[in-house]
């Protein structure tokens, strides 16, 4: 298999990880951001698939240390209302990039964790880059295996991109925004219509199998504008929500059952995705406590959501786009707002 050509990665490591799950027909998405956001924590990573039609809704978030969640965790186990997943504090996360909403990056990304044997925690997806969290002790065997399954032209080897990352880890780690404004900034808001959101779980050792499904759909030039997974709580499964065109749904359907038989796959559509990237996206708390908090003034529950590398990715109703942007102009400043055709 041709390695596929990307442009970089980027990483940052020792962060911790938490998930809930709520188990009463609402979620946790609102309470996570809104109790992070006021104890000013910085999220380097935030996924949410909502529960329906018998699903559990889960959001999962990923910060500096475990004390950032010492707060939500006693909070939510006293009220009792959702499972806490454990708390993970040795966790990395590693972005690779562009991968253009490409399906064969995603494709190649599951074989390389299936041909490593590795567990990852979960994926984000971004407009621009494609998130990896897994245990820091999987650390070197994952950049290894993203070098076996991709072509990066500015680093020859794992050995130059460790060289390179070094180097910068700790000017990294240094950059944190705190200043509030009364608008936040958006480079740009874009977004794509007509799509079906799908939702699946299965174990970690049928990685192969999905990646081989999204290998068959990169065939007919789909692209696959959202992605998130995370574990399920007991940890034996990898919860899967992504977007795809629901002009092939069929045929999206009938590739996943042939090379995934028997999987529990929900399908819901049409839905629309829209994207915000701003400058301190990836570097300041409260901008997911923000937009959350617009869209639920609107009525709009997201049906999805991923935080990663200074953008948000929301899926919601197919007909509810247009709120939304009106929604979100109450608290950011939107200088440009593009539609993707499929």
């Not at 460790?162 to 705190?178: K, M, W």
């Not at 609107?298 to 200074?310: H, K, M, N, Q």
Request: net charge negative; aromatic share 10%.
């Amino acid at each position: 298999m041709p390695k596929v050509r990307l442009g970089g990665i980027k990483a940052f490591e020792k962060r911790a990880y938490l998930t809930a799950l709520w188990r009463s027909g609402g979620d946790v998405l609102e309470d996570m951001c809104l109790r992070l956001a006021s104890d000013r924590i910085n999220l380097n990573l935030l996924t949410h698939i909502a529960g329906s039609g018998g699903l559990q809704s889960i959001t999962a978030a990923c910060t500096e240390d475990a004390e950032g969640f010492s707060r939500f965790v006693h909070w939510k186990v006293n009220r009792g209302e959702c499972d806490i997943g454990k708390l993970l504090s040795d966790v990395s996360i590693i972005s690779v990039f562009p991968h253009d909403q490409k399906l064969n990056v995603t494709g190649a990304l599951m074989h390389a964790f299936a041909s490593g044997d590795i567990r990852p925690y979960g994926f984000a997806s971004s407009p621009s880059a494609i998130t990896m969290l897994v245990s820091s002790s999987d650390f070197e065997a994952v950049i290894y295996g993203l070098f076996d399954a991709f072509e990066f032209p500015t680093y020859s080897s794992p050995l130059d991109w460790h060289a390179a990352y070094r180097g910068q880890e700790e000017l990294l780690s240094e950059i944190v925004c705190s200043y509030q404004e009364d608008l936040i900034k958006v480079y740009n808001l874009t977004h794509h219509n007509d799509l079906d959101l799908l939702n699946t779980s299965f174990p970690p050792n049928r990685l192969a199998d999905f990646g081989a499904a999204l290998f068959q759909l990169d065939e007919l030039h789909l692209r696959i504008p959202f992605l998130v997974s995370k574990p399920s709580l007991d940890g034996r499964s990898l919860i899967f929500a992504f977007c795809l065109s629901s002009a092939y749904r069929g045929t999206v359907m009938g590739v996943l059952e042939q090379n995934l038989p028997g999987l529990d796959l929900r399908c819901h559509g049409p839905v629309s995705v829209f994207f915000l990237h701003g400058p301190h996206f990836g570097d300041r708390y409260g901008i997911a406590n923000t937009l959350v908090r617009s869209l639920s003034l609107a009525g709009i529950s997201p049906l999805a959501l991923s935080c990663t590398v200074s953008s948000i990715s929301v899926v919601i109703e197919g007909d509810s786009i247009d709120a939304a942007i009106e929604a979100l102009k109450t608290s950011f400043h939107i200088p440009a707002i593009k539609r993707y055709m499929h």
